[in-house]
């Protein structure tokens, strides 16, 4: 057994044309953010702790994998927007300048755990008023990190990434495969 311990659908579709296997069971953790806590160290405590929760709960599973994702702009780690005035504020922020989005990866199998983090640049283009407006409205950053999704409606204010396009999506698919390789994972087995 396979599994992802994490509900985002956008990691489910990455893994799907690997792992068609792949069973959901999303961990439930606290995620609250660490005082000086680093992007980095943020991330891979999250996908850390994810792992153990659902290996704690699922022993039988062969392979478990846990990620999360978050961005950072003008020095402070962006969360999902709670309102249209604060991803209008994150929207602010990404117009500074290059941003950065984090993700923590860890795989566990047979009492092995390994872990890696990717980072990823990427330049916000220009946001009007207007466009805030359309964008929220949509309904597709209520629930992403940094209010964004490069490969929805949020791609159209992506000017350029540095890195790993899969990773701002929300799970870098070369780094994960190279984690469940070394762990024995029969990538592709089920679709060939």
Known sequence: MIVLAS???????????YLPQLQIHPADIDESLRAHES??????????SKNAAVRAALPSAAWIIAADTCVVAAGRILGKPASFAQACAMW??????????????CVAHAGQVLATQVMTEVLWAPMDAEAMQRYWASGEPQ????AYAIQGLG?????????SYSNVVGLPLVETAQLLRRLGCPLWSAAT
Request: proline share 4%; charged share 25%.
């Open 7 to 17: 509900a985002s659908p956008r990691r489910r579709e990455l893994l799907l044309p």
């Open 39 to 48: 992007a980095s160290d943020y991330v891979t405590r999250l996908a850390a």
């Open 92 to 105: 602010q922020d990404l117009q500074q300048g290059w941003h950065q989005v984090w993700t923590g990866v």
């Open 143 to 146: 629930d992403k990190a940094g």
């Open 155 to 163: 791609g159209l204010f992506v000017a350029e990434i540095r890195g």
